[in-house]
């Protein structure tokens, strides 16, 4: 398997940028300045969610029980990988209080550690 096209700069960490192509077939090259779509400029752990939610049909739940993860985590990292797309999600403060306290029952139950407790709760502030 081929490695995955760097997105930042190891020197400097600014965004890359594609600059060239090349067939493989040929060897024919095209230069020149190239936009990428959003989801090539995803880093790994979004992408790999992005594949899973296309592979699961969009089954949350069914993502859950694949990455072995408490639901609000699944939904945090997905609405993480929304943000990283543009796609600004809307919260009501009534849903977002519902979720602090879905964190705190999970995490009071034992379901949940309070790293990821802590982690879900920093998620739901940036909504």
Do not use: W
């Not at 089954?59 to 990988?81: D, Q, W």
């Not at 797309?85 to 977002?96: R, S």
Request: proline fraction near 6%.
């Amino acid at each position: 398997m081929k490695p995955l096209m760097p997105h930042e700069c190891p020197v400097c960490h600014d965004r890359l940028e594609v600059t060239g192509l090349a067939c493989p077939s040929c060897q024919t090259r095209v230069e020149g300045r190239f936009v990428v779509n959003e989801f090539a400029a995803l880093p790994p752990e979004q992408l790999e969610i992005l594949r899973l939610f296309v592979k699961t049909r969009g089954n949350l739940k069914e993502m859950e029980r694949i990455l072995g993860v408490s639901y609000p985590t699944v939904r945090a990292r997905f609405e993480g990988l929304l943000r990283s797309l543009g796609y600004e999600t809307e919260v009501g403060e009534d849903e977002a209080r519902l979720d602090r306290a879905h964190v705190l029952e999970r995490l009071e139950k034992g379901e949940i550690s309070a790293d990821e407790a802590a982690e879900l709760l920093r998620a739901l502030r940036k909504r």
